[in-house]
């Protein structure tokens, strides 16, 4: 099956910093969303981006789905952005592979 | 906007026990999602269900795993005799036309 990568695993900012995540997948994809996993476990959708650049305030994201990669940019980080960033892919079997995660803790 | 609920938001039961886990997913969406995500680890599919029937399962969704869309609104997941690795988060999603899913804000089941 489609295998997901995701870098850095772990990521410590100071607030007002700049960040970019980085989702690398192993097959062509349907659907690639981004999440993030608050403190208390919820998943907040981010993005939904097969292909193309969206941008949602200071979260941005740009799937290069023929090279088989997405990034997520985070612009002057607050400490509430704080938590795990997941990727998943979609490679036409309509279920998500969820990506490993990376941890990002925002310092104040 | 709408979303999915789910509930309860936390259940814990002693190992053995049945659990129901209960899901209202978008109203005008056909695909149906439950994943579950074990402490610390990452979020795992276990199975869809389109049409009123599953479409896809994982390997962990064996006998003891049950979904059902009894009335048209809820849909639910069943374990028939947990265990104690049965403890996870789980989520439900619901999926429109697009394929973009739509996460709940889970249920954390904790078997003891």
């Known amino acids: 099956g489609i295998q997901v990568e995701q870098s850095p695993p772990d990521l410590i900012l100071q607030e007002g910093a700049n960040s970019t995540l980085r989702c690398n997948f192993s097959d062509s994809v349907n659907n690639l969303q981004w999440f993030h996993q608050n403190p208390w476990g919820q998943l907040i959708n981010l993005f939904y981006?097969?292909?193309g650049t969206k941008q949602n305030g200071r979260l941005s994201a740009t799937t290069v789905a023929t090279e088989r990669y997405s990034l997520l940019y985070i612009s002057s980080s607050q400490t509430t952005d704080s938590g795990v960033y997941f990727c998943?892919?979609?490679?036409?079997?309509?279920?998500?592979?969820f990506g490993p995660g990376t941890r990002l803790s925002v310092l104040p | 906007e709408p979303e999915v609920t789910q509930t309860p938001s936390h259940q814990v039961t002693q190992m053995g026990q049945e659990v129901i886990l209960r899901c209202v997913p978008i109203?005008?969406?056909?695909?149906f999602y439950w994943y579950r995500q074990i402490l610390g680890q990452k979020v795992e599919f276990l199975v869809s269900?389109?049409?009123?029937?599953?479409?896809?399962k994982s390997e962990i969704f064996d006998d003891q795993f049950s979904v059902e869309r009894p009335d048209g609104s809820n849909f639910t997941l069943k374990i028939r005799s947990t265990k104690l690795e049965d403890s996870a988060m789980y989520f439900c999603?619901?999926?429109?036309?697009?394929?973009?899913?739509?996460f709940g804000p889970g249920t954390r089941l904790t078997v003891t």
């Open positions: 269900f389109y049409n009123n029937e599953i479409s896809e």
């Open positions: 998943a892919i979609d490679n036409y079997g309509q279920n998500f592979v």
């Open positions: 981006i097969p292909s």
């Open positions: 109203s005008n969406h056909l695909y």
């Open positions: 999603a619901s999926g429109d036309p697009s394929y973009e899913q739509y």
